[in-house]
């Protein structure tokens, strides 16, 4: 686990100064506060680190896929700050959000600069095209699964389309569809550009891509269970945020739904459509989760994908970027349990 | 006038089925009525027409410059779509706006799919990977624009920072400077993909470049002008909407404030400044800058710009496509004079 986290620290020192650089390319002086807010309120930088260990894998230099893992993580911080503006987010990794700080207005702005970034990060890639392809695809992706993720929320809008496309129930089926979108997309995609920059042969991009999908499936779960069970002073973050947030589109209260019959059922969705869910709510709706094995069977699903992940990986030759990426797929499943 | 009429007609026949097109790649089949309503509001389509005839002046066939085209006009409505969210549109080209349809969640997130179709389109360009950071560019000044133009408002916005950083005063550089971002930036890269998509040499970009950026400057200035004079009928728009929006940052209200003094500049300042800003207080603003000479004083600046545009073209061969280019500028310039 210390190792993981000491190279992903590493990497970080490696790719901030680049995420700056790329956000200063013509951004006004008078604007950089709130440009540069967002990466530098922190995150863990799997990303890049994906993008990285992925072209070290493929045969490449490491230094060649810098722009490449700048891009995707930059692409992950737009998301960040236009999930915020949609979310009414004010505290994100601690620190107060982007539109909390500077208002929906300066924080939108400041999300827009960012996919322009990612323009010039891109530009800088060998087999570029191909490379502006893959991402605008993942962003794509990105937005169609936070627009389902709006819709399987149960209350909280008071917007006339979105309450009347809704989603009343959610299955799991559906629920991967979302995630796949919301989260495996961007992942997948790092681990794809990773090998393009390093030229990988076809196969070897098949192999990348499986294994960002399956671990990037499995990110989402886990983070899905962190949301519902995790400490809150170790991610600095609301506990229960998804359940307040009147989400169905979580893997916890998807299961629980699944396992729960009559009154219980019945009162779990009834605290989810409440317009807001107060402290006594949460406490209910925690306790009939409780009752559940959503959390054992949500911790089975991702361990899944993350072997599935591993298994991808099989026919690429062993070196020491793999035993680094098999390492990274077991902090994203292991991390706080 | 009617030929430039029939012959954007003409260019929106053939543009708006690949607009359609490249907006519906990678679309869920659910979100596209949600995508494709602000494009289907129509539009003069003027910045494609740019585009496709720049490409003919360079020497290119139009076909080639097709993806060029929507590009542009893709970004042009991507931000509509943005700053309608920003400005709380409602109405557009006289149709309700994409927001006020579907709510600012749906608006926020068909707009950034909008940004994802450039990158298909653009990939289908001859240069794309110049014209991805010409385009790039061109957004980031747009961003910067739009932040400019929020920051000239004088009140109406209830956020610490904008009030905070609220420009008291704005002078007529400061206001070219924020039109040249918000609106020529993109006038200009669309002539200037044009040159690039018909492998213009350096010199003939040049002349485009000078020609877009001068055209972008009289055309914004127009629109100013429109909107504190013009015939709401005409532009499906409310008349002295950015004096009720507590611009600053219109030619019109600059040019009044540099000639009123004491009391009747007070005056003027006061009314942007209220809150609310009322039918009475509207009519006041509009007697009080029709004292001025600001309406003249701006239709000639217009001119002068547009003048310097045909005058950029002057080393180019004499063609058709020339011909066409002028008498867009012509028409720019002379809507509703």
Chains 1, 2 share one sequence.
Do not use: W
Not at 59 to 72: C, D, Q, T
Request: proline share 2%; net charge neutral.
């Amino acid at each position: 686990m210390a190792d993981v986290i000491s190279e992903l620290t590493n990497i970080g020192k490696i790719i901030n100064p680049y995420l700056a650089y790329y956000l200063k390319k013509d951004a006004s002086d008078e604007f950089l506060d709130v440009i540069l807010h967002q990466v530098n309120t922190g995150g863990k930088r799997i990303r890049p680190a994906l993008t990285l260990l992925c072209c070290e894998i493929a045969g490449g230099k490491l230094e060649k896929a810098i722009p490449a893992a700048v891009a995707v993580e930059l692409i992950h911080n737009y998301s960040l700050i236009i999930d915020d503006i949609i979310d009414r987010g004010e505290i994100r990794r601690g620190k107060p959000t982007t539109r909390k700080l500077y208002g929906d207005t300066m924080a939108l702005l400041a999300g827009l600069h960012y996919r322009e970034a990612v323009i010039n990060a891109v530009n800088d890639c060998m087999n570029s095209l191909k490379i502006h392809e893959i991402l605008s695809k993942a962003i794509k992706e990105l937005i169609d699964g936070e627009r389902l993720d709006v819709l399987f929320e149960q209350a909280g809008r008071y917007n006339e389309y979105i309450i009347k496309h809704r989603r009343k129930y959610v299955s799991l089926s559906e629920y991967l569809d979302m995630i796949s979108k919301k989260t495996a997309a961007l992942i997948k995609a790092s681990c794809i550009v990773g090998g393009l920059v390093a030229n990988a042969p076809q196969e070897v991009i098949f192999a990348l891509e499986k294994f960002g999908e399956n671990i990037g499936l499995a990110f989402q779960i886990i983070d899905d269970l962190l949301d519902i069970f995790g400490e809150s002073k170790v991610f600095g973050k609301q506990i229960g945020k998804d359940i307040i947030e009147h989400k169905l589109g979580n893997i916890i209260v998807i299961l629980a739904l699944e396992e729960l019959e009559g009154n219980d059922k019945e009162k779990l969705l009834e605290i989810l459509r409440k317009e807001k869910i107060k402290d006594e709510d949460l406490k209910t709706a925690m306790a009939l989760i409780r009752k559940t094995n959503a959390k054992d069977k949500a911790l089975r699903m991702a361990r899944e994908y993350a072997f599935q992940a591993v298994k991808a990986l099989e026919k690429l030759p062993q070196c020491n970027a793999k035993e680094k990426l098999i390492k990274l797929a077991n902090f994203i499943i292991e991390r706080q349990f």
